[in-house]
C-alpha cells in the first residue's frame, strides 16, 4: 500500500485509524502525538524561564520505549533553556540481560549530549536480582519484587536529583493493561492513584505536594508502532525481554489486550478514554490520602506501618 498523505511506500497500517503511511509521515505522527500529550498534560510550566528552569529526569532502561521517549525529548526541548534533562538507568542486577541495555542507553545519552546517571539494587539494596529469583521468600512473580524496587528508586533519585518531573517510557499497550487490571479488580483507589501520580494534567492532580510528578508522553502510542519508530531511526535500543520475565495477571490481561485490539481495532484508545473519566471521578471522589504516614524505616509515604520496599527487603533478609 502506498502512504495516504504523499502516495510513498506505507511503512505502517494503523487499523485502528485506517491510516497508511510511508516513513516520514509515520514519524511526523508519532512525535506529533508525542508533542500533544506533552501540552495536554501541561508539564512544561507557565513559572520555567532560562535563569530558572526545571529539571526532568527520564527513566531510561536502554528498552525501545525509554530510547525513544529520550530521543523524542531531546530533540524536541534541545534549544529550549527552560528545560534541562537527566537520564537515570538501573541495573537491576540481571546477568548479561541490563548489561546490553545499559550500553544502548550510554550511546544514545552521549549522541544526544544528554546527562547520563546509572544506580543498581545491589548498591541501593544489596540484592540482585537473580538472587531474588532463586530465593524468592514471598512466592511472588520476579517482577512484583522488581517493580517495587524500580519505582522506589526513581521516585528516591527524582528527589535526589531535585527533579520537577519524572517522565517514563510508558506506552499505549502498558497503560491499557494498567487499566483493565485495575478495573477487573475493582481497585477504585487505586484508579484514583494512577490518575493523580500519572495520567491526569498537572493541574488536576491532587499529590504533586507528595511525591515528584510523573508524565507519560508515549501513552497514545501502541507499543509496535514505538518499535518501529525506533527501528527505522536505528536507535540504539535493546529490544530483548527479560529472561525472569514470567507468566502474570498482567501477562493474561496482555494476551486478552491484543485478541481484542486485533478483532476490534481501537479498543485500547477507547479503553484509555474511558478509563482517564473513571479515574479522574475517582481522584476527585476517593479518600486516598487517609490513614496515609511514614514508613517506620525508611520515613517514605506508605499507607501502612511500613512501604512495600522494605517489607520485601526484610523477607530478603537484606
Known amino acids: 500500500m502506498d502512504c495516504d498523505r504523499c502516495g510513498e511506500a506505507a511503512v505502517m497500517h494503523a487499523a ?8 516520514k509521515h509515520f514519524r511526523h505522527s508519532l512525535e506529533k502525538r ?7 498534560d501541561g508539564i512544561v510550566p507557565e513559572t520555567a524561564t532560562p535563569e530558572d528552569p526545571v529539571t526532568w529526569l527520564i527513566g531510561l532502561s536502554g528498552g525501545k520505549d525509554s530510547v525513544v521517549l529520550t530521543q523524542i525529548l531531546a530533540e524536541t526541548f534541545a ?10 538507568s538501573i541495573h537491576e542486577g540481571i546477568e548479561g540481560y541490563r548489561d546490553e541495555s545499559l550500553d544502548a542507553a550510554e550511546s544514545l545519552t552521549d549522541d544526544l549530549g544528554v546527562r ?9 539494596f544489596g540484592v540482585r536480582m537473580d538472587e531474588v529469583v532463586e530465593d ?11 517493580g517495587v524496587f524500580r519505582r522506589d528508586l526513581l521516585s528516591t533519585y527524582a528527589e ?14 502498558d497503560e491499557a493493561e494498567t487499566a483493565l487490571m485495575n478495573f477487573l479488580e475493582g481497585d477504585v483507589a487505586q484508579m ?18 507528595r511525591h515528584v510528578p510523573r508524565a507519560k508522553p508515549l501513552r497514545d502510542v501502541p507499543e509496535k508502532e514505538v518499535a518501529l519508530y525506533a527501528r527505522l531511526r536505528d536507535l540504539p535500543a535493546h529490544i530483548t525481554e527479560c529472561p525472569h520475565a514470567s507468566e502474570s495477571f498482567r501477562g493474561e490481561i496482555q494476551s486478552l489486550l491484543y485478541k481484542l485490539e486485533e478483532a476490534h481495532p481501537g479498543t485500547r484508545h477507547s479503553i484509555m478514554a474511558g478509563y482517564e473519566q473513571l479515574a479522574r471521578q475517582a481522584a476527585r471522589n476517593v479518600d486516598r490520602d487517609r ?15 511500613r512501604c512495600r520496599r522494605c517489607q520485601l527487603l526484610d523477607a530478603l533478609g537484606a
Not at 547520563?116 to 541501593?124: D, Q
Not at 535526589?160 to 499497550?173: I, K, S
Open 16 to 23: 485502528y485509524s485506517g491510516a497508511h503511511l510511508c516513513e
Open 136 to 146: 524468592d521468600p514471598e512466592d511472588m512473580a520476579a517482577c512484583a519484587y522488581c
Open 79 to 88: 534549544e529550549d533553556p527552560r528545560i534541562e534533562l537527566l537520564a537515570l
Open 116 to 124: 547520563h546517571e546509572t544506580i543498581a539494587y545491589a548498591e541501593e
Open 34 to 40: 508525542v508533542r500533544r500529550r506533552i501540552r495536554e
Open 160 to 173: 535526589e536529583f531535585t527533579a520537577d518531573l519524572l517522565l517514563t517510557g510508558h506506552n499505549l499497550d
Open 291 to 305: 490513614g496515609y504516614a511514614s514508613c517506620d524505616t525508611c520515613g517514605r509515604p506508605t499507607t501502612g506501618d
Open 192 to 209: 484514583a492513584k494512577h490518575f493523580d501520580a500519572s495520567l491526569g494534567p498537572l493541574d488536576e492532580r491532587t499529590l504533586t505536594d
